[in-house]
């Protein structure tokens, strides 16, 4: 049974043997443990508490960060990184191993390879809550529901050894914005006209012009820093409990590997911007309301534009299956599961064939 070690004896995050990644009571390794929300030693059992309290957030003026580059070399630390070379994914090198593979890809990987950077030292994070014992039932749990995947393809996975907990980097944007706009509401109404001697009715849309102004105030518009994970995963990860970000602290990854981001603020920021602008252009279409809208304006201003550095949780497993490699994720926070897998083309062409057989009989008997 796991000793809970009594916090009057404990500074929770100031100790120096907690600090260097060793249990106060025995010496081992702690690791971070998400089950626990804990640092968990690995050898007595121990459990070291962590603070868990939402921090007090403040982001970076992104005019003044742009101007004095020098700010930057404030928040710098230095990291022992790899970099894969199948897939090019920037990783911290997990401790007390020598070798490890690609969470990304599942490449091999080794100490010699890794290299000492200077990187941007993240502000806040959100720590793991999800194990990896579920995340393995949640694996097979998904594996073996994929219906239209090849006959064997659940049976040959195995994710006890491929899961790994990282972290990944993503900037978040704030900004005051105002827009102007002009356009075109449509408004739809039926008509009846004589065609060949028969009464038939139509739709016909009268069109008035519109104008107006929009203020909208984004909070968090989050951007993934790196590039490292497909599209159609990134864009899924998205149901993220912002309120409960916690300061950066090592104590939270320890056991865990950090992807190191790839593009700085300035570079996502293009990619923040046209999230908002997606998100305005929405907005003016419900406020322009009707049956159609045309937006033929569309001009907004961006003020006190904030911005800052967090680590995301999410397990992931690379796998390959034939002569393919695949990723499968699960949200680290919630649990939720997202994934890549292969399809079978003889399943599917049997089920088209199928439709089909069904709907030349119901044909047959109309």
Request: charge should be positive.
């Amino acid at each position: 049974m796991s000793e809970l070690i009594d916090n009057k004896n404990i500074d929770v995050i100031q100790s120096s043997d907690t600090s260097q990644g060793k249990c106060p009571s025995c010496g081992g390794i702690l690791v971070y443990s998400p089950e626990r929300e804990m640092l968990h030693c690995e050898h007595c059992g121990s459990d070291v508490p962590l603070d868990l309290t939402p921090a007090d957030v403040r982001e970076n003026d992104f005019l003044e960060w742009s101007q004095h580059p020098e700010l930057q070399q404030k928040t710098e630390t230095v990291v022992a990184e790899v970099t894969c070379g199948q897939c090019g994914a920037r990783t911290t090198f997990p401790e007390n191993v020598t070798s490890f593979a690609c969470a990304f890809c599942g490449t091999p990987i080794v100490l010699k390879e890794s290299v000492q950077r200077r990187a941007w030292k993240p502000e806040y994070l959100l720590p793991f809550k999800i194990g990896k014992k579920v995340c393995n039932e949640r694996f097979k749990k998904w594996a073996s529901s994929r219906w239209f995947a090849p006959n064997g393809f659940a049976k040959q996975l195995t994710a006890e050894e491929r899961m790994k907990g990282v972290y990944l980097p993503y900037w978040t944007y704030d900004a005051d914005t105002q827009t102007v706009y002009n356009g075109e509401r449509g408004v739809s109404r039926q008509v009846s006209r004589i065609v060949n001697g028969k009464s038939v009715s139509q739709t016909v849309t009268d069109w008035y012009p519109v104008s107006g102004r929009l203020k909208h105030q984004f909070d968090d518009v989050i951007v993934p820093a790196s590039d490292s994970m497909p599209p159609d995963l990134a864009n899924v990860l998205t149901n993220w409990d912002r309120n409960n970000y916690v300061a950066y602290s090592e104590q939270f990854v320890k056991g865990f590997l950090t992807e190191l981001y790839k593009k700085d603020f300035k570079e996502c920021y293009p990619s923040a911007k046209n999230q908002m602008e997606a998100y305005i252009s929405s907005a003016i279409r419900s406020e322009i309301g009707g049956s159609q809208q045309r937006i033929h304006r569309q001009e907004t201003a961006y003020a006190n534009v904030k911005f800052k550095l967090i680590l995301l949780p999410v397990w992931l497993s690379a796998y390959r299956y034939k002569t393919k490699s695949y990723l499968f994720t699960i949200n680290g926070r919630t649990g939720q599961v997202f994934g890549q897998r292969p399809w079978s083309i003889p399943k599917i062409a049997a089920l088209v064939i199928v439709i089909v057989a069904i709907l030349l009989y119901l044909f047959a008997r109309a």
